[in-house]
């Protein structure tokens, strides 16, 4: 049998994707495994859900690193240690540089809380209410080198409701987070993203 596909997971913070990532794979829905995961944060929530779950767990501290750069090379060392097939972003809270990118090109993926082009960036939940979207959602795709730009993998539609706050909002969306993107990963370890320019096709053939 094929080796599995191993993930290198990301996170900053309250880590309920990493969660739904890990749950998939243990429920045997998602063939692959997790190698590493790495905060930026060492206070990170996904880190002690790392560590109850007993998989290895490294906190890279921005602030012990002179610059940017050093500090995402230790990232690429870690996951490269960890023979890391796909960078998983999972609510990791920090801008990659062109550098970190092109090291796994097309091999990094993320998820951002609404329907992409629409609100990228911080407080994607509150832009869309602000806005007066009436229809927001959570996008996942593959990291380029622009901020939330990347070939967009799959998307899933979300109401915005006139009484929803921010809070509310980014919970139903949250819901929805937690179903596409261990399906969007698990189109990736099958092998059935192809990326032609700016789209993803999805071969959707017999399995
Ligand atoms: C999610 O809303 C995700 O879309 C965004 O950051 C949040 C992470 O949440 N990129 P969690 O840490 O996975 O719970």
Redesign the pocket.
């Known amino acids: 049998m094929a080796e599995p596909t191993i993930l290198g997971i990301l ?1 900053s ?6 969660q739904s990532i890990i749950e998939s794979i243990r429920s045997e829905k998602l063939p692959a495994r997790v190698g590493v995961v790495v905060s930026d944060k060492p206070d990170a929530n ?1 880190l002690k859900r790392a560590a109850e779950l007993s998989l290895p767990a490294i906190c890279v501290d921005r602030k012990q690193y002179p610059s940017q750069q050093e500090f995402e090379q230790e990232i690429i060392k870690q996951l490269q240690l960890h023979q890391i097939d796909l960078v998983v972003l ?2 990791f809270m920090r801008i990659l540089s062109p550098f970190f990118v092109h090291a796994f090109a097309n091999r990094i993926m993320n ?3 609404s329907l992409l082009p629409a609100f990228p960036g911080k407080n994607a939940q509150e832009q869309a209410i602000r806005y007066g979207a009436k229809i927001s959602g ?1 996008t996942v795709h593959f990291v380029d080198e622009g901020m939330d730009s990347g070939p967009i993998i799959l998307q899933q539609a979300v109401p915005v409701l006139p009484e929803d706050t921010p809070e509310s909002l ?1 919970a139903r969306i ?1 819901e929805q ?1 937690h179903q596409i993107y261990p399906q969007a990963i698990k189109f990736y370890v099958e092998n059935k993203l192809r990326i032609e320019g700016r789209k993803v096709i999805i071969d959707q053939g017999n399995d």
């Open positions: 996170a913070g309250r880590g309920s994707n990493l996904a999972a609510g998820i951002h809380p959570c980014a949250l987070e």
